[in-house]
């Protein structure tokens, strides 16, 4: 987790991915500054992901539970900790699964290629009826 609020998730030994996460960054114009740390770090090269990656964010007490109906890893929080990285399948989509929780509460980052954006909606909203609060 950056200073700013940002993510910063590590994918493999040369590979990082940048999430602006704050409010005023929701398609921004600039890429924000990540550090990776360490001074023998190499300099990063970025490619921009808005074209190729539809971003989901799914939040709350239970959405691990939520999301064990589509993804085959346990992503709740004594198994999956908070700052924790998968690459994964969710409702047979390969998907990147980052866990940052929000003040406490659940939140995972669910990324997959853009073509699979309106099935994985579908998929999500279906999930989430029968965690939501009866009316």
Same mark, same amino acid.
Request: charged share 20%; hydrophobic share 45%; aromatic share 14%.
């Given at each position: 987790m950056q200073p700013d609020g940002h993510v910063l998730a590590r994918l493999g030994p040369s590979e990082y991915l940048g999430l602006?996460?704050?409010p005023d960054a929701v398609h921004p114009a600039g890429l924000p500054a990540f550090s990776v740390g360490g001074d023998n770090e190499p300099g990063l090269c970025p490619v921009p992901r808005f074209d190729a990656n539809a971003w989901f964010v *799914? *939040?709350?007490s239970r959405a691990a539970e939520m999301l064990a109906k589509i993804c085959g890893v346990?992503?709740?929080a004594k198994t999956f900790a908070d700052a924790t990285v998968a690459q994964t399948i969710v409702a047979r989509a390969s998907a990147i699964v980052i866990r940052d929780d929000l003040d406490g509460v659940l939140r995972y980052h669910l990324l997959v290629d853009r073509t699979m954006s309106a099935y994985l909606?579908? *998929?999500l909203r279906d999930a989430m009826t029968e965690?939501?609060?009866q009316k």
């Open positions: 602006a996460c704050t *799914v *939040v709350g346990d992503l709740r909606w579908d *998929v965690f939501s609060p």
